[in-house]
């Protein structure tokens, strides 16, 4: 299996502007989460989808922040409209688990999102 | 306050030496988990030890849990310059997700 693969790897954009962060967990894993990465504020959860559904938003900083995922193979994170503070490597995780029961978390290389 | 807190935040030793850091939480878990962090890479697991396990070995790997003291070690031994990386570790409250602590920065020295 290739891992979980994440899309773009670095996006550049400025203000204002709508990002759209992709990923594919890894095939036959139940859990897919989106963590969020600053030197500030080390790794954050923000939102879990367990077989699609999101389960816990309460990591999603406002409004801005959206996250779908349309079928067990893709999940999207989208930021509109972008700020500045929204800069941070942006993780995605697949998981085996069930709900509740959280096994080991399989995690993609980050997509690295700068906002100017 | 984090639930799982790291210790130290930064660790610099000389290959060949071990490392030991530190990891306390605050409420009961289900299980605790370390993961490793190499610079601009995603996080990568390494050991999960459960509430009921005192203790795991993964090859240089060593992970004690001490539930009356809420702490839990990693252990590294005989350090080598590509464990070179933050290391997290993680605790699941029973049945809410995993919580990750700040890291410690380890800097093993050639």
């Known amino acids: 299996d290739a891992g979980v693969i994440q899309s773009p790897r670095h996006e550049v954009t400025e203000m204002g502007q709508e990002v759209t962060l992709r990923c594919k967990p890894i095939?036959?894993?139940?859990?897919l989460f989106w963590y969020r990465q600053t030197m500030m504020r080390g790794l954050e959860l923000l939102i879990y989808?367990?077989?699609?559904?999101?389960?816990?938003d309460s990591g999603m900083p406002e409004d801005r922040f959206s996250a779908k995922m349309p079928n067990a193979s893709f999940s999207t994170l989208k930021i509109q409209p972008s700020e500045p503070r929204d800069s941070a490597v942006y993780f995605c995780?697949?998981?085996?688990?069930?709900?509740?029961?959280?096994?080991?978390?399989?995690f993609g290389p980050g997509t690295r999102l700068l906002v100017l | 306050s984090q639930q799982g807190e790291e210790d130290p935040q930064a660790l610099s030793i000389q290959e060949g030496e071990n490392a030991t850091m530190n990891c306390s939480y605050k409420?009961?878990?289900?299980?605790l988990q370390w993961y490793r962090q190499n610079s601009g890479r995603g996080l990568v697991h390494l050991i999960l030890?459960?509430?009921?396990?005192r203790e795991k070995h993964s090859g240089r790997l060593r992970v004690t849990l001490d539930t009356s003291k809420k702490s839990s070690s990693l252990l590294i031994t005989a350090s080598r310059a590509a464990d070179t990386a933050s290391y997290f570790c993680?605790?699941?409250?029973?049945?809410?997700?995993?919580?990750f602590g700040p890291g410690t920065r380890l800097s093993v020295l050639p």
């Open positions: 995780a697949s998981s085996p688990g069930e709900t509740g029961i959280q096994e080991t978390q399989y």
């Open positions: 095939s036959g894993h139940n859990s």
């Open positions: 989808f367990n077989n699609n559904v999101p389960i816990d």
């Open positions: 409420t009961s878990i289900n299980n």
């Open positions: 030890i459960r509430s009921n396990e």
């Open positions: 993680a605790t699941e409250i029973y049945g809410q997700n995993f919580v």
